[in-house]
């Protein structure tokens, strides 16, 4: 079984900058591990970035650049660094993690989720 918590979101000015951070538990293998976020009234989650156990990043095209998503293997952490904010950027944030489940095989688990808002 695997615990997330998120943490890190709050409130941010357009053009400004957060880090969010994803502490994984529980006795599991971890393999890659992304960010996600939700905006409101929205019901489809997409996909912000997502890093492999080797280190390997990817991106949604609209981050442009302004994020960085990083990850310490031997404590399970992650964090995305985030700049240069806009207000339609406004969601919950949640991680994801990979891992595989002895029972159901393969698995994502998402965690709760840290919510940023980015107002003036």
């Known amino acids: 079984q695997v615990q997330l918590v998120e943490s890190g979101g709050g409130l941010a000015q357009p053009g400004g900058s957060l880090i969010l951070s994803c502490a994984a538990s529980?006795?599991?293998?971890?393999?890659?591990m992304g960010w996600y976020r939700q905006a409101p009234g929205k019901q489809r989650r997409e996909i912000v970035a997502r890093i492999t156990k080797d280190v390997r990043a990817y991106y949604a095209d609209f981050v442009e650049g302004r994020f960085i998503i990083s990850r310490d293997n031997p404590k399970d952490l992650m964090f995305l660094q985030i700049k240069s904010l806009k207000p339609e950027e406004t969601a919950d944030y949640c991680c994801?993690?990979?891992?595989?489940?002895?029972?159901?095989?393969?698995?994502?688990?998402w965690g709760q989720g840290t919510t940023v808002t980015v107002s003036s």
């Open positions: 529980g006795n599991t293998t971890i393999n890659g």
């Open positions: 994801g993690v990979e891992y595989v489940d002895r029972d159901k095989g393969p698995t994502v688990f």
